[in-house]
């Protein structure tokens, strides 16, 4: 995303028809250039798909608290049970945080990523239509192409997950209702597809990605091959694909080295560190000021979140942390100024959130990178998988190579069956928290929403069981795409 002449295509699948916008970004004035111009090229279509990255992270729906993927992964950690709002002066993510947001249809939440990704899905589709006609080095069309497989794929499968009923393999095939796939530029409005169609292109274009890329790339914004190959990591874990999911993840992840104990106390803010196998890469003139991921989830920025009602951890999560372990430094249980970073003036409520870290005290720069996918998953993805194909002995090990590499005393697990799962999965929690997947993880693993006996603060939160299979589980198809698509049918109210 060095590239500051970025192209970006706004085709919204909002209200199901694509509306043309053209924008450039620094160097260009406002104006419009059709597909073809901008695909004449392999340097043009460079600049094109630097734009769909770009889409990403920018601000949605003119809302601060919506500013792209980031955002995403932050509400859905919130919609867990592990991401707790410290104090009751919450303002942000409570709708969120009691599951009322995304069960009406003209709620921000269930416009804002089918938006996002449909934009994401369009912008590829306009890639994948035209650059095999660009004028270049085949190798170049030939990455740019996979980089358009990949982002449509990324886009569908959040789409699914979100909009759909879980995937169940023991239900092939998943014939509830997906969300539509629209796979050319078009103005037509479709229908739903099945989950399992959904999931049948998913796979589709990131098999067709991988034939067409390698691991090199501009730089870790970009996909590339460990990417993909981390990408269908994590389908086949959703598809209950255990044998994939391993085979996929340890494939990905090769050549990434799990980070060290002072690089996990370095505030997961910079792209550079060795785990980080995909992210965004911020720059100077990208900023989303008070909207970026770290505004709302770093322990020092100094923004109204941060000072007022900071993230804490689920009290019971943590103390299962032991504190050989680095990662128990990731929290502070008492915070005192002794012992934990806040803004001036900021709050330090029990459990306070320490991981995410700008560079100064306080920060006045939002300035941070984003993780989108780190190696330490892919162990997790290759340990969960072979625990539940009953290979112990490898799934104890790839545990271990990792978790040794957070907590120095860790003794390779001697647990088989439910047990090991079960360990691996609240290590995952803990790993991963505040990088999006706990919503998406108690959807895939068919398991209660359960906050009781949490420092989830009930006046804020709310809502404390949901069980598996309750409609809640799916965002609802916002009321913009069913006034505008007739063809499109409502998920269960």
């Not at 994401?120 to 035209?130: D, E, H, Q, S, W």
């Not at 603060?457 to 913009?480: N, Q």
Request: some cysteine; aromatic content about 10%.
């Amino acid at each position: 995303m060095k590239n500051k002449s970025l192209i970006i295509f706004a085709f919204f699948l909002s209200m199901i028809s694509f509306s043309c916008e053209t924008t450039y970004l620094d160097t260009k004035p406002t104006a419009s250039i059709d597909a073809g111009s901008a695909y004449a090229t392999t340097k043009n279509a460079a600049a094109a798909i630097n734009g769909i990255y770009r889409s990403f992270v920018v601000r949605y729906l003119s809302s601060q608290g919506h500013s792209g993927h980031p955002a995403m992964m932050i509400i859905l950690d919130h919609m867990g049970e592990d991401m707790v709002l410290g104090t009751t002066a919450a303002s942000w993510h409570v709708g969120e945080t009691r599951w009322t947001a995304h069960r009406s249809d003209v709620n921000t939440l269930v416009q804002f990523p089918y938006e996002m990704y449909y934009r994401i899905i369009g912008n590829a589709n306009i890639g994948i239509a035209n650059i095999d006609k660009a004028v270049g080095p085949a190798a170049d069309r030939n990455a740019l192409k996979g980089e358009a497989l990949a982002l449509r794929a990324f886009g569908y499968f959040n789409l699914v997950q979100l909009y759909g009923k879980r995937y169940e393999s023991r239900a092939k095939p998943n014939t509830q209702l997906g969300v539509p796939l629209v796979l050319e530029p078009t103005t037509e409005g479709k229908p739903r597809n099945t989950v399992e169609e959904v999931y049948a292109q998913i796979n589709k274009d990131l098999a067709d990605a991988a034939l067409l890329l390698t691991a090199s790339r501009i730089n870790k914004s970009h996909f590339n091959l460990n990417v993909v190959k981390g990408m269908q990591a994590r389908v086949a874990l959703v598809q209950q694909d255990w044998a994939n999911a391993a085979k996929f993840a340890a494939e990905a992840r090769a050549g990434y080295q799990p980070m060290n104990a002072t690089q996990y106390l370095d505030g997961f803010q910079d792209i550079a560190n060795s785990e980080w196998m995909w992210g965004f890469d911020h720059l100077e003139d990208q900023t989303e000021y008070f909207g970026g991921y770290h505004s709302y989830i770093s322990c020092n920025y100094n923004s109204t979140v941060i000072r007022t009602y900071p993230k804490v951890i689920n009290n019971l999560l943590y103390k299962q942390i032991p504190a050989t372990d680095v990662r128990s430094k990731m929290w502070v249980e008492t915070p005192t100024a002794a012992n934990s970073i806040v803004p001036p003036g900021g709050v330090r409520p029990k459990f306070l959130n320490q991981k995410f870290r700008l560079p100064g005290t306080p920060s006045t720069s939002a300035m941070g990178d984003v993780p989108y996918m780190r190696a330490a998953e892919m162990y997790l993805i290759e340990a969960e998988a072979k625990a539940r194909l009953n290979d112990a002995a490898g799934a104890s090990q790839v545990l271990f190579d990792l978790i040794k590499t957070r907590d120095a005393a860790y003794v390779k697990s001697t647990n088989t069956g439910q047990a090991l799962i079960d360990e691996i999965l609240v290590h995952r929690r803990v790993e991963l928290w505040g990088e999006g997947h706990r919503f998406l993880d108690l959807k895939r693993t068919n398991a209660p929403l359960n906050r009781n006996g949490t420092n989830a603060i009930a006046s804020v939160a709310l809502l404390f069981d949901v069980a598996p299979g309750d409609a809640r589980w799916e965002f609802l198809i916002p009321r913009r795409e069913i006034n505008a698509n007739p063809a499109v049918t409502q998920n269960p109210l």
